[in-house]
């Protein structure tokens, strides 16, 4: 059993401020494929963080306002 002081907290997709790939396509349904093109052309900013990209959650809801 852990302690208090060694859990994380539980933070909800969609009250993050950063979001991995993984969790950017879940929140917005969109490929990983259309995500990592998106990336690639600089439509949507991200940026490698640790071992993998990092969207910042403004950035992606103004990709995602775009696409309509």
């Given at each position: 059993?852990?302690?208090?002081?060694?859990?994380?907290?539980?933070?909800l997709?969609?009250?993050?401020?950063?979001?991995?790939?993984?969790?950017?396509?879940t929140?917005?349904?969109?490929?990983?494929?259309?995500?990592?093109?998106?990336?690639?052309?600089?439509?949507?900013?991200?940026?490698?963080?640790?071992?993998?990209?990092?969207?910042?959650?403004?950035?992606?809801?103004?990709?995602?306002?775009?696409?309509?």
């Amino acid at each position: 059993m852990l302690g208090r002081a060694d859990t994380q907290p539980v933070v909800l997709i969609a009250d993050k401020l950063l979001l991995t790939l993984p969790e950017a396509q879940t929140l917005t349904g969109l490929s990983r494929e259309l995500l990592r093109d998106a990336i690639a052309s600089g439509e949507l900013k991200a940026k490698v963080i640790g071992k993998g990209w990092r969207i910042k959650r403004t950035d992606l809801d103004r990709y995602v306002e775009k696409l309509f």
